[in-house]
């Protein structure tokens, strides 16, 4: 009954690339636990056996979400977010605690991470707030009720501990700047972090200094009708020289000295070479690990289930956050590459879809979509490769495990749903 | 622009990281060779190192099994340290010392705690092993000396050190390697190939299985026997005479140029330098910088050969054709350079070629000498001449021998001379020392011996070498079974030998004849100086002899250079005679006189100049 209509509808390029996507990333979760090529690929005693498993569930869940009928995800967004908001809130209670973190509810054959859930709970609930019609996102007020939107799950994720995945939220900004949310405020997030940086990196006092001669800067070569108001000028340059004496508070004060060691590496603040040796064989270890796997796999890689490095285990977690690892070792260039591009054009891809949606709740939705896949690939991937400071993010698809695995496909197959449905919306 | 931003943002993103990733893997690439794959763990089996025979098939070197203590730190289990300590001969501070830095070596990995047991220590230690966890036992292979001589030119194998390691990357640290003689100079036939297994490891540095399956592992390929021309029994035989006494004897077949011994006086026992005691030992023969243990004088001390350099120059002149056999010259006990006289001991009269070798007369070589620069108009041309003809006999270069040592000894040419006196200021009565075998002329055991050899053959040589055969093959370079042929003519070796023969009738070395065998030698006695606070000293001349045997089928050449032993017929001539006649004979009829030569030693002559008294030379009193 829901036949050639609905799978005629559907999306098929995004399917496709997202079908190559797992099983890339499956090969190498093969290729990285492997221990005795004598046994089965449906062997679920092994990782690679039960990741199999995982995306058989997956598919079990893109056919419930494609069975839906599609107004029920907008009609119990707010539901949902409520649930996984307690969801979450449980945890403090009944979680259970794995590697530090409280992060899982035992399931008994499943460790649910409702922080995965509430990504896709968090997406559909920020949709469906700026799509009514009465949330203007030009109101001051409305502004503050979808940041808190966003805010609240991160906030509830961050004391577990686990940070990295309550930095995924924040990529649910780039909904509110694509619905018209102003400019500026990405902006001045840029400029917070580009002090931060440069304030660890050269000290406050050359920044400060650095902020100094901008100003003079823009006044000696503005044009002369151009006219800069003197107060509130003077007072964001002051707030800049506030912000980065603050950092050097926070630096040494807040952080731990694990997080100030990722900085001091990522940013090449340790300037003696002993010191910095020897955080590259802790903190660093991984990194490094990784970029050595890397670089040994050169253009075309060492060959499938010939990575020295990746059999051997050199890398720790490789088969989870740092799976791109091994493509990188036994692929070489042409494999990252090739990863690099399908993950490009299929974001690519969805923004197309995205904007093309007639209903406003369904373009907001797939943006939501494409935003928190988006900042996990940038940040697992600049991890791995050692552009970014360590932050544990899976890569979606890719890396191994279920709630991460099922999730991230409802999330996109809900989005492929509502598109699916498109010229229905809006009549 | 609110469009398009997540999109910049996607491609942004996408080159960034292909940039990154093509410094990564394009730029910064550096491929794991298996050597330094730290994932890949090599395993090597080593191959039994190849057995040495002598000349006769009689096993000079083998191996023996012995054993080393490891210990995985991690796997110690508490022990009786006490009773450890004991079964392994060590005190509890070494122990503790030992575990400590096996500890920072790898907690993983096994490490060495005694090397190298005795089998007697292995049979009492083997049982109560069991109770020991995180300890065993691991054989490995060590020389093993049937012949307690020979110790310089069969040379020793230690493990390789850091300039070895960069120079040849087949051996890894901690493998053994030959670094002196024969175990050097045919290393890679005595070691044969180690196989190697690949094994996988994890980054806890476990094995986790083979290698692409395997198929990069090697096989050993064993090691090869070889068998040497040394002659065992002469060899050890000259090392029991030459007890006491310093110097070099070197024993050739004249007619393939085998060396059959090669004696450096005083020499070790090569078992010394293996096992549990090698270093202790090592270090004790590498300092004792007055005898010089490891200091082969047989191929590596040059001296002034004395006399008998004399027949070259016979043979020279006679080349040349200044002199005939019959040429005569008169010995004034002595001979005039302008008005200095320079002295001789042959008892003077008139003397021809014979009875000049015989006696070995000062006067006769010296004017012979200057017969054979004045045929030519300028002595710059003389010198030529005679140096081509001198330098034909191996003499002032390198022999190119098997052996890894080695000193070319020296035959001044005109350019030598040139320096030291100047250019035209120096004529062949200034350097008529050379004549006789003194001055500026320079030569090793070795080099005296080939050059008996070559007189014995009548006008050629055969490189001296050691290798004898290789496995079952007795296939030699080229370079040791073709002949080098002087520049003397054949027919002018007869009046030369003849004379060395008298040596041994009627002459200097009468009193040292072997009964029933026909000898040919020429004695030398070389005057020598060292320095001490600054002062010239003569000290005791050195005893030189150079014989061959017999004259007419010549078996044996030999040179015996005795620092120290006076006049050649004292120790060179009772040494040579008595190894002649054991390779001949092979049994010794003049007991008296080997009995004699066993005791006598020279320490007390050696002692002398470093006694810091005055002393006196040229004892005659035995």
């Known amino acids: 009954m829901f036949g050639r209509g609905l799978f005629g509808r559907i999306d098929w390029l995004t399917v496709i690339l997202y079908a190559l996507l797992v099983l890339i990333g499956w090969v190498n979760i093969y290729s990285t636990t492997l221990s005795d090529p004598n046994t089965s690929i449906f062997d679920f005693s092994t990782l690679y056996g039960k990741q199999l498993f995982f995306i058989g569930l997956a598919g079990l869940g893109i056919l419930f979400v494609l069975f839906i009928e599609t107004n029920f995800f907008e009609r119990f967004a707010s539901i949902f977010y409520i649930v996984s908001l307690v969801l979450l809130l449980g945890l403090f209670v009944f979680g259970k605690t794995i590697a530090g973190a409280t992060s899982w509810y035992d399931l008994g054959f499943f460790n649910l991470q409702p922080s995965e859930l509430a990504k896709v709970t968090t997406a559909l609930a920020l949709a469906k707030y700026l799509s009514d019609i009465q949330t203007d996102i030009k109101n001051r007020r409305h502004q503050i009720y979808a940041l808190l939107l966003i805010l609240l799950p991160a906030l509830l994720i961050l004391p577990q501990p686990d940070p990295g995945s309550s930095l995924i939220y924040f990529s649910l900004f780039f909904v509110l700047f694509r619905e018209g949310f102003p400019l500026y405020y990405l902006g ?156 490009s054009f299929f974001f690519l891809r969805l923004i197309f879809i995205a904007e093309r949606q007639k209903s406003d709740f369904s373009r907001m939705y797939g943006y939501g979509v494409i935003s928190i896949l988006l900042i996990h690939y940038f940040i697992n991937i600049g991890m791995v490769i050692g552009l970014l400071p360590t932050i544990g993010v899976p890569l979606p698809f890719f890396s191994y495990g279920g709630s991460g695995l099922i999730f991230f496909t409802m999330l996109l197959f809900i989005f492929l749903k509502l598109d699916s449905n498109r010229l229905k919306d809006g009549i | 622009m609110k469009k398009l931003l997540l999109s910049s943002i996607i ?158 990357p087949y051996y890894v640290a901690g493998e053994l390697k030959g670094q002196t003689g024969v175990e050097k100079q045919y290393e890679e036939v005595l070691r ?53 006494k310093r110097g070099g004897i070197v024993a050739i077949e004249p007619k393939t140029g085998e060396i059959l011994a090669m004696i450096s006086g005083p020499t070790y026992d090569p078992s010394l330098l293996v096992g549990r005691q090698r270093s202790k030992n090592y270090s004790k023969l590498h300092y004792d910088s007055i005898s010089k243990p490891l200091f082969d004088r ?76 004045d045929k030519y108009p300028t002595t710059d041309e003389g010198m030529d001449v005679w140096e081509k003809h001198i330098k034909s006999f ?141 002062q010239k000293v003569q000290l005791t001349d050195n005893s030189v002899f150079v014989a061959f045997a017999p004259v007419e089928n010549p078996k044996i050449a030999l040179a015996v250079y005795i620092e120290n032993g006076y006049y050649g017929a004292r120790y060179a001539g009772h040494i040579a005679s008595l190894l002649i006649e054991k390779y001949i004979k092979g049994e010794i009829t003049r007991k008296d006189l080997e009995k004699r030569m066993l005791e006598k030693t020279l320490e007390h002559e050696y002692a002398k100049p470093l006694s810091g008294e005055p002393f006196k030379i040229n004892e005659y009193v035995w």
């Open chain 1, 188 to 343: 001045i997030l840029l400029v917070m972090v580009l002090l931060f940086a440069t304030t660890l990196m050269f000290g406050t006092v050359w920044v400060s200094i650095g902020l100094v001669m901008l100003t003079i800067l823009i006044y000696g070569f503005k044009k002369k009708s151009t006219k800069i108001p003197v107060l509130p000028f003077m007072a964001i340059i002051g707030a800049a020289v506030l912000f980065s004496f603050s950092v050097g508070f926070v630096f040494d004060n807040v952080f731990e000295q694990r997080h100030r060691d990722r900085f001091a590496l990522w940013l090449s603040l340790e300037k003696d070479e002993k010191k910095l040796e020897e955080i590259r064989k802790t903190i660093g270890y991984n990194t490094y690990q990784s970029e050595k796997a890397i670089e040994s796999g050169g253009f075309f890689g060492k060959g499938f289930l010939e990575g020295t490095r990746t059999k051997g285990d050199f890398v720790p977690e490789q088969h989870t956050d740092y799976i791109f690892s091994s493509v990188g070792e036994e692929w070489g260039f042409m494999g990252t590459a090739t990863v690099i591009f399908l993950f």
């Open chain 2, 11 to 168: 491609v942004i993103i996408g080159f960034t990281f292909i940039g990154r990733l093509s410094y990564l893997q394009l730029f910064r690439f550096s491929p794991d060779q298996i050597l330094d794959d730290p994932a890949i763990k090599k395993i090597y089996d080593y191959p039994e190192r190849g057995y040495i025979y002598d000349r006769n098939g009689e096993l000079m070197v083998g191996n023996q099994a012995a054993y080393d203590v490891m210990v995985i730190p991690r796997e110690v289990k508490p022990l009786d340290t006490l009773q450890f300590c004991q079964l392994l001969d060590i005190d509890k501070a070494t122990f503790m010392q030992k575990m400590k830095k096996a500890r920072v070596y790898s907690p993983r990995l096994p490490s060495v705690l005694v090397p190298q047991l005795s089998k007697e220590d292995y049979a009492r230690l083997q049982e109560k092993m069991r109770h020991f966890e995180g300890f065993y036992i691991q054989k490995r292979s060590l020389r093993y000396y049937t012949t307690s001589g020979a110790a310089n030119v069969l040379g020793y194998i230690s493990e390789v050190n850091e300039w070895d390691l960069d120079r040849n």
């Open chain 2, 192 to 244: 044969g190939r180690k196989g190697v297994k690949h094994i996988q490891k994890d980054r806890f540095n476990r094995d986790i299985g083979p290698y692409k399956g395997g198929r990069l592992d090697t096989l050993p390929e064993q090691g090869k026997e070889i068998r040497i021309t040394l002659d065992k029994h002469l060899q050890e035989y000259g090392e029991r005479l030459m007890h006491g």
């Open chain 2, 298 to 373: 047989s191929i590596s001390f040059e001296k002034e050969p004395g006399s008998p350099f004399k027949t070259l120059n016979a043979l020279v002149a006679l080349q040349e054709g200044v002199i005939e056999p019959s040429t005569k010259f008169r010995c004034y006990n002595g001979f005039y350079v302008g008005n200095q006289k320079k002295g001789c001991h042959c008892g003077g009269g008139v003397r021809n070629m014979i009875s000049g070798i015989q006696e070995s007369c000062n006067a006769y070589f010296a004017g012979t000498f200057r017969k054979i620069y």
């Open chain 2, 394 to 534: 191996g003499l002032g270069n390198y022999l190119g021998t098997d052996l890894p040592t080695g000193r070319p000894g020296r035959i001044p040419g005109k350019s030598f001379y040139d320096r030291w006196y100047g250019d035209g200021r120096w004529a062949s009565s200034t350097i008529i020392s050379n004549s006789i075998g003194q001055g500026e002329v320079a030569a090793t055991p070795l080099q005296l011996a080939n050059m008996t050899a070559a007189i014995a053959n009548r006008g050629y040589y055969y490189t001296p070498h050691i290798l004898k055969s290789v496995g079952n093959s007795g296939v030699l370079d080229p370079k040791y079974t073709e002949p080098h042929y002087t520049t003397i003519d054949r027919k002018h070796f007869e009046p030369v030998i003849e004379g060395m023969a008298n040596v041994y009738k009627y002459g200097t070395a009468k009193w040292i004849q072997v009964p029933n065998i026909n000898i040919a030698g020429k004695t030398g006695t070389v005057e020598n100086f060292t320095r001490i606070d600054g």
